[in-house]
């Protein structure tokens, strides 16, 4: 059974980075065919795919934030991170990690719980 966990700091304030950890546990970020993926969902709003890292080290970003994200992985963890860079309020959202097969655009079989991240002075 694969869990996924989400940490970080909970409360960001604008214009800094906001920084994340999913931990991985049950199977390997580089098993063959398995994305992980950063999905978030603002207040009062659907899900937004962010963008992913693939089980070689390959990145996809959402284009709408592509300028601003960064994902990355520590092997030797067992654990990816997110970067947003110059947040704002409408950053504002609960932020999950997940689990893809086969592509970007398939669907999750594995979610983290999910954290709230808020953006505020």
């Known amino acids: 059974q694969v869990q996924l966990q989400e940490s970080g700091p909970g409360l960001v304030k604008p214009s800094q980075t906001l920084s994340l950890t999913c931990t991985v546990s049950?199977?390997?970020?580089?098993?063959?065919?398995?994305?992980w993926s950063w999905i978030r969902q603002p207040p009062g709003k659907g899900l937004e795919w962010m963008g992913a890292?693939?089980?070689?080290?390959?990145?996809y970003y959402s284009p709408s934030l592509k300028s601003r994200t960064s994902i990355s992985r520590d092997t030797s963890k067992n654990q990816f991170s997110l970067q947003l860079s110059s947040v704002t309020p409408d950053d504002t959202a609960v932020y999950y990690c997940?689990?893809?097969?086969?592509?970007?655009?398939?669907?999750?079989?594995?979610w983290g719980q999910g954290t709230q991240v808020t953006v505020s002075s």
């Open positions: 997940a689990r893809q097969i086969n592509s970007v655009v398939s669907g999750i079989d594995y």
């Open positions: 049950g199977g390997s970020i580089t098993t063959i065919h398995y994305y």
């Open positions: 890292i693939a089980y070689e080290g390959s990145n």
